[in-house]
């Protein structure tokens, strides 16, 4: 499956925006969706999950509460939505795809096999 991630962008602190992981190919309901973030001068760190099939959804602590993941499988997508925006959020955001893949490893970045190719947000105070 192949990954286009869209929506990145500048946002004022306190603000909104919405990411988009359009996926290709069949069977994307089978694939758990992820976003990860890459901060500056940090490593990339897992955001949220949402699973195969039932569409269980998994946050980080930093962004629990303020961030909100989802899909539309009929659109072969994935969202994030993400509000209350603060300068510490400013990262390249990445989603990233694998099918079928155990709850357990869902914020493990090397469990997932597919990635998009990152959209930018940044977040002015």
């Known amino acids: 499956v192949q990954l286009q991630a869209s929506g990145g962008g500048l946002v004022q602190a306190g603000g909104s925006r919405r990411l988009s992981c359009v996926a290709s190919?069949?069977?994307?309901?089978?694939?758990?969706v992820a976003w990860f973030r890459h901060l500056p001068g940090k490593e990339r760190e897992f955001a949220a999950a949402?699973?195969?099939?039932?569409?269980?959804?998994y946050y980080s602590e930093s962004v629990k509460n303020r961030f909100i993941i989802f899909r539309d499988n009929n659109k072969n997508t994935v969202y994030l939505q993400m509000d209350s925006l603060q300068p510490e959020d400013t990262a390249t955001y990445y989603c990233a795809a694998a099918s079928f893949l155990d709850e357990r490893y869902r914020s493990t970045e090397r469990y997932y096999n597919f990635w998009g190719q990152g959209t930018q947000v940044t977040v002015s105070s």
């Open positions: 190919g069949r069977a994307f309901n089978s694939y758990t």
């Open positions: 949402i699973s195969h099939g039932i569409g269980t959804t």
